[in-house]
Every structure is written in structure tokens, then in C-alpha cells.
């Protein structure tokens, strides 16, 4: 290594930390810009562990993708983490930074849209809100024009010899997932004998952390938007808690959870 290379210069501290640029002079901007920015890099992270660990399950490599797993269920305890330090904005200190936001919105994010296309929660309208980023709208479209992390694990169950209906795995990949019962049986079938299926148990689980997570982190942004702002339209033209609370709805893995009610 280069004896030129310095704590700061091999992290760029220095366009990381003059990256913040603060529209107003209220004390609390700066805090609402940091927490955002850091929360994009550990979409980063969870980007690239996602997209390395579904190649892993293709490959039948699943040692490896609990790793990577695992790490990005540590990464979201981080996102979930962010809304406890977001919420110490009061109503007030919102209101001095919100008219500079414009129509910026958190709902605006590709990274984020990009993690719920790879976990298979997919709609082609998300792919037309990015179209005024050509590169982002491009990445989307690619991914939902393939395997979800959830078909790369249900193509394995059918791989090792569980029955999953052929509707499933020829599926349109870009539409969204249907609920179907061999996939319910298929995990029921592991989550009754574990031991003669251990790591596709442990994938189950795996992918149940990630779901568990991801919910967390919509239920902690739901609350830190009803502390902050109350009831009032988000800035980027949602309807802010009432979408909210829609999404929290949202299965990524249905028969995982349904699969609990079965056996």
C-alpha cells in the first residue's frame, strides 16, 4: 500500500464531509441532510450484498449468501436506527427547513425502490418516477425484468426436489408475486423436518430477518413522520402516514409468514 494513502484520502473524506449543503440557516437542516445521506450509503451496502447473495442461491452457493444476509439484517438495524436519531426534530424544527425541500422526497429514493425490486416488490410505476434519472430508471427496469431474490430461493426448492407448481417458476418476473400454495407447502415441508433440509431452514430464515427488518424500518419511518409532521402531505406529493401505513401492508415473502399459520 502506498504510504501516500491516508485515513482521510482513502475514505474521500473530503467530498464526504463538504457533501452537506444546508438551504437555510436553521440549526436542525443539517441533521435532516446527514441522516438521509447516510442512510442512502447503507442502501449501498445492502445493494451489494443483495445482489451477491441471490447469485450465491442461483449457484446453490448458500454458505456464502447467509453471510451476506446476515450482514445487510445488520445494515437495516442501522437504517432502523436512523429514525430514533431523526426524531428528535420537533414539529418546529421541521417547519424552518421544510420549504426548502421543495418536492423532494425520501419517496424519491432509487437505492430504496431498487431494494424492494430485488426482494420482488415490484411496480412498473416506480420504474416511471425515476424516468428523469435515465441510469436509475434503466437499473430498475433490468431488475424487474429478472429473478427476485424470493424466485432465486423458490427456484431452489424446486431444484432440490419440492414440488412447486410450473406457473411459479415460469412467472413473469416483472409482475407482482401471487401467494400460491405448493410454495406454502414446500416451506412447510422444511419447516417440519429442518434437520433433513437444514439450509434451505436456514435461508428461510434468513429471508424471514429480512422481511422482519424491512418492516421495522417502514413502521419506525410511519412513526417518526406522525411525530414530526402529524397528518400533513408528504413533500414529495404522497399522502404521507395514510401511504404509510399502506405499504406496511406489503408482503415481500407471503407464504414465509403464511407458512407459520400451516404448520
Known amino acids: 500500500m502506498s504510504a501516500d494513502v491516508t485515513y482521510a484520502s482513502y475514505l474521500d473524506l473530503g467530498r464526504i464531509l463538504a457533501a452537506q449543503h444546508p438551504a437555510s440557516d436553521a440549526h436542525d437542516e443539517l441533521l435532516f441532510i446527514i441522516v438521509h445521506q ?22 446453490d452457493d448458500l454458505r456464502p449468501a447467509f453471510k451476506m444476509l446476515a450482514r445487510v439484517a445488520r445494515a437495516q438495524a442501522q437504517l432502523i436506527q436512523s429514525w430514533d436519531v431523526l426524531s428528535t426534530m420537533t414539529p418546529h424544527d421541521y417547519s424552518a427547513i421544510r420549504a426548502h425541500l421543495g418536492a423532494s422526497s425520501g419517496f424519491q429514493s432509487a437505492q430504496y425502490r431498487m431494494m424492494e425490486f ?17 441510469e436509475w430508471a434503466g437499473r430498475l427496469e433490468a431488475e424487474a425484468g429478472r429473478a427476485s431474490l424470493y424466485d432465486a430461493a423458490i427456484r431452489l426448492l424446486a431444484r432440490r426436489g419440492l414440488p412447486i ?3 411459479v417458476l415460469a412467472r413473469d418476473p416483472s409482475a407482482p408475486y401471487t401467494p400460491d400454495a405448493s410454495v406454502e407447502a414446500a416451506w412447510a415441508a422444511i419447516y417440519r423436518d429442518p434437520q433433513a433440509h437444514w ?32 397528518f400533513k402531505r408528504g413533500t414529495g406529493g404522497t399522502p404521507g402516514v395514510p401511504y404509510l401505513e399502506g405499504v406496511l401492508k406489503q408482503a415481500f415473502f407471503p407464504e414465509l409468514l403464511s407458512v407459520r399459520t400451516a404448520i
Request: with cysteine; hydrophobic share 40%; aromatic share 8%.
Open 38 to 59: 447516510a442512510s442512502e450509503l447503507w442502501l449501498k451496502l445492502c445493494l451489494h450484498e443483495l445482489t451477491a447473495a441471490r447469485e450465491a442461491i442461483e449457484a
Open 118 to 134: 430485488m426482494l420482488g416488490g415490484r411496480d412498473g410505476k416506480h420504474v416511471r418516477l425515476h424516468q428523469s434519472n435515465a
Open 165 to 167: 407448481d410450473a406457473g
Open 199 to 230: 439450509d434451505l431452514y436456514e435461508l428461510a430464515e434468513k429471508l424471514v430477518d429480512l422481511e422482519y427488518h424491512f418492516q421495522r424500518w417502514r413502521f419506525g419511518h410511519l412513526k417518526t413522520v406522525e411525530r414530526i409532521i402529524g
